[in-house]
Each structure stands twice: as C-alpha cells, then as structure tokens.
C-alpha cells in the first residue's frame, strides 16, 4: 500500500489510531519497530533537534531535508506538522510538491500567523490567519496534490487562542468546506474539556485527530467514546532522550569514566542494527565480487552437564533466562555484529534443539570426549575470522567488541576479578596481570591449568575466543596434525597449551564480570541478572 494511501486509511478509520511524533530517521525507525502505524513529524521536535525555537527559525527547505532521512528509513507514512505552511498559499504549493516528491503521505497546516509560534508558550500572542486566507491555502494544497490519497489535514488554534468553541467549529466548517481531509483540534487546558465541548457539537463526518499533551491524564477510552479519530503523541520521542542524554552526559562528565555508563546504554551494535548493517552485509554478499562472510562462530554446546531438573529434558544451553535460551541469548550477541554465519555443536539431547538456519554438527561422543573434539568436528569452519564460544556460558555483548578490536591472531576472554580459591575453573598465568592503568597493554598467556597456584593466578578463561584468518589455520593445523584419539580427551587449556609449547601466541583480553558459566542455580540466578 502507499504511504498516502495508508494515512489516510488510518485516518478514517472507524476505530482510534494513533500516530508517534519522530524528528529524525533513527526515531522514526524506533517508532516503527515499536508498532506504530504512522509518524508525526513534529515541528517543534525537529526545530530542537536542530538547536533552534519553533519559530520556523529552521527553514522549511531544512525540514524537508530532514523528512527525507525520516521517510528513506520507514516503511509507515507521514505526516508533517506543517505549521502555517512557511509562508502563502503559494508556499503552501510549493511544500505540497515537495512532500510528494519524497513520499510523505501528509501535512497538517494551523491557522496562526507566519511565523508561527508555539502553542504552549504562555504569554506569547497567538493571534489567527483569517478564515478565508486559511481556506485559500487548503484549497491551494488541495489543487497542487498529484496523489489523490495525498492527506491535508487542518489543524484550529481556536481554543490555544482563547476564542471558544463557537469560533473552533466556525473555523471547522469552514476548513471542512475548503477541502480538509482531516481536522486537528487542538487544546492547552488541562483536562479535555474542550475537546469534549467540541466534539459534542461537531455533526460532520470529517474525521478529527487531537493532540492530548495538556491533557495526559484523560483516559484514552474516552477519546475513542467520543468519536476522535487519530491521537498524536506529539513530543514524547525527543523529550525523553533529551532526559537520557542529559543523564549520560552529566554522569560521564562527573566520573570521567564510562563504567557506570555502559549498561545503560544501548550497544554500539545495536545502533549499527538500527542503521540497517545487515541489509549491506547481504548486499556486500550479493553484488562484491569475491565477497564472502569474513566472520563466523561455533558454539560448541554438547556437554552432558545438569542443574538439577532443568536439565532433565533439555541441554544446558537451552535453558531459558528471561524468556530467552541461553544459545539464543549468544547467537543474538553475535548477530548484533553481523555475525551469522553460525554453526552450533549438539550432543547431550540434541533431539531438542530446534530446527533454524544455522549450521547444526552433531558430537555423537559427547559422554566420552570434550570441547575440543567438539572444536575438531566443526573444523572445516574454521576460516577468516572466527568467534569460539562454549554453549553455557552468557556474556555481554561489548566483550565481542573488545574482541574485534584485538588484533592478534589468537585472543581470549579472561576475567581478571574471579575467585581463586574454587575448584574446577580454567585458571590463567599471564605475561602481565591486569591493570586498569595500562589496560590497553599487551598480555599473552603463559599457561592455562584448573590447579595453578593462587599466587600465579591472573584470571578465569571465560570460554570465549576469537581468531583472525591466519589464526583460526593455526587452531586447524593443530587439531588436524593431532591424533584423534588424544583429541577425544583434551580439554581447552590442553589445547591452549600446546599451541604455546608450539611457539604461538595467545594474547588476553581482561574484563571483569558481567558474564556467568551457567552451572548452577546460583549460577543462573546471576546470568538472570545480566539481562534484567
């Protein structure tokens, strides 16, 4: 469906829509996803975006440069808080050409003098465009439209100007007559008062839209008791990232630090989703030449392991944390960052995963054999760039950032702040403890042993490695040069260790915290935590 055609389906609808007020492409993706039907390019929104007064100090040209960004990035239609129309009817003509050059689907014009000011600045004089001028810029509109689903709508600053509501519905009837698609009663009162009166009187059956931002508190089953055809939230985007911004950035310039920050925010993965990162990524695939996945991962998920009776009829990984699976929870991490060429290693149960797109290799031996014969079955996916992951582990995702930004050809995950006094975790000596100071320093690891002496520990392995193209052919040298037989009983650490013993270096990546090696219901207690 067009987008104009889709407005103004909304707007006739015969039950209450609603639009989402946007200022610029990223919102208007978010108000998307979030379910809306339709934006509201809010006039007041976009001016402070840009710094400057809704005083149509921002040019209409500056508006529509915006509102190409809001409509390239949406699928929904638009509809631009026009205000007086920047100017006469023959502005008027000119926007209405330019809006449908770049498919918004409408525009809502106010009856105020040019320049207009906004209509919740108290003490600011809200005087009104003469009734037959203001028609002659519906009509203008009207005329000019080449989309004939193409939607004006009129909004009456009747009541804003303290008029009553005997001028909001002269006003009404006569934009009605003029051609209005739509009609915008607007209020500043408190409660909805007006709109009550208004509606109460109106016999017509052009649709009406309202905007309830004075009047919040009124329950939105009234409106729809009422009569009101579309709601717009007019404002509510840009004010509460205003709120977010302001905290973040008053926080950071407090600590001097982003520790605090960084759980707070949304990952730089997900603005990268919001861009639209993967649609290049499949377009790279389809029009490079030579192009192919550069990164990959094996989750390697077979281990028989139990917590209890979670366990009895599933793996491990697929034990659900806040409505997620724990391997759902790791592909989605690494989907984040365009990584989906995913190959995931079953054993114990694995008649319980279900069927999906990723590459599924099946360890038969899982009672007998580790996490490396796991790694030895899935090596023919070991190339380019590799992510190596244990299938119970759950992590933030800015560790695959940390990861991507090491160079080396072998790199792992170590958490410098574990407990070195429990049994049964692969324990880590390095070339240099961690230092918060120097954290950016280069650290390889000297030995990897679930029984190091307290004294030599530097952190827990995490289960998390990464490779580049040069090491994931070192890990598959190594794992096809070794018998298979003594493969079947390595674990990690014997592994890492021979790749040292070989001369290879494996540098570390210290984080602390903020992931869990699910193994217990304390365990899973603290990865629930994680995603709260």
């Known amino acids: ?58 040019s209409w040209t500056q508006v529509i440069d915006v509102l190409e960004f809001m409509s390239d990035a949406t699928d929904i239609p638009i509809l631009l808080d026009g205000d007086t129309g920047y100017g006469n009817f023959n502005n008027v003509r000119r926007l209405i ?23 919740f600045i108290n ?77 109460k009187h109106w016999k017509k059956n052009t649709p009406i839209i309202i905007v309830p931002t004075k009047y ?15 709601i717009i939230w007019a404002n509510h985007s840009i004010r509460s990232s205003v709120q977010a ?27 990268f989703r919001l861009q639209g990162s993967d649609e290049l990524a499949q377009a790279e695939k389809q029009y490079l030449p030579g192009y192919e996945l550069s990164l990959s991962s094996i989750i390697l998920a077979a281990g028989a392991s139990k917590i209890d ?113 429990a049994s049964n975790k692969d324990y880590i000596s390095a070339t240099k403890e961690y230092d918060p100071i120097n954290f950016n320093q280069d650290t390889y690891l000297t030995k990897m042993n679930r029984k190091i002496d307290a004294n030599s520990i530097h952190g827990e392995f995490i289960g998390l490695i990464k490779t580049s193209k040069k090491g994931s052919n070192i890990l598959l040298e190594a794992l096809s040069s070794l018998p298979e037989e003594e493969l079947k009983t390595m674990h990690m650490q014997d592994l890492l260790n021979h790749l040292i013993e070989k001369g290879h270096q494996i540098s570390i990546i210290y984080i602390q915290g903020n992931w869990a090696d699910v193994n217990t219901i304390a365990d899973l207690h603290l990865a629930t935590n994680l995603y709260a």
Not at 99 to 106: V, Y
Not at 387 to 413: A, M, P, Q, R, T
Request: with cysteine; aromatic share 8%; charged share 30%.
């Open 245 to 271: 911004i302001k905290e973040t950035v008053n926080t950071i310039h407090k600590e001097q630090h982003l520790k605090n920050i960084e759980s707070n925010i949304v990952s730089v993965s997900e603005i």
């Open 1 to 58: 469906m067009k987008k104009t055609s889709h407005l103004k389906q909304l707007i006739q609808s015969k039950q209450l829509e609603f639009l989402m007020e946007a200022h610029n492409g990223m919102s208007s993706i978010i108000a998307q996803e979030a379910g809306f039907k339709g934006i509201w390019g809010s006039g007041l929104s976009i001016s402070a975006s840009l710094g400057v007064r809704d005083n149509n100090e921002a």
């Open 309 to 421: 009776s979670l366990t009895e009829n599933i793996p491990k990984c697929l034990i659900d944390i806040n409505n997620k699976t724990i391997l759902d929870h790791q592909i989605d991490a690494f989907k984040k960052f365009n990584i989906s060429d995913i190959t995931i290693v079953r054993g114990d149960k694995k008649e319980a995963f279900l069927e999906n797109q990723y590459t599924n290799i099946d360890n038969n031996s899982f009672h007998e054999t580790h996490e490396v014969y796991s790694l030895y079955l899935a090596k023919e996916k070991l190339k380019n760039e590799c992510f190596i992951s244990y299938g119970d582990i759950v992590f933030k995702d800015y560790f695959i950032h940390e990861c991507l930004n090491n160079k080396s050809d072998i790199s792992i995950i170590v958490d410098s702040s574990c407990k070195k006094d």
């Open 123 to 199: 003490g600011e004089s809200q005087d009104l465009a003469d009734i037959d001028e203001f028609c002659g810029k519906i009509k203008a509109a009207k005329d000019t439209q080449k989309d004939p689903d193409f939607c004006v709508v009129a909004r009456v600053e009747a009541f804003i100007a303290g008029l009553g509501l005997e001028e909001a519905l002269k006003r009404a009837e006569a934009y009605e007559n003029a051609g209005a698609d739509a009609l915008l009663i607007h209020s500043k009162k408190s409660t909805a008062e007006d709109i009550v009166d208004f509606m």
């Open 97 to 119: 050409k330019k809006l449908e050059q770049r498919d918004i689907a409408g525009v809502c014009i106010e009856d105020k003098l040019f320049p207009k000011t906004n209509s």
């Open 216 to 230: 919040y508190s009124t329950p939105t089953e009234l409106f729809n008791k009422i009569g009101i055809s579309t």
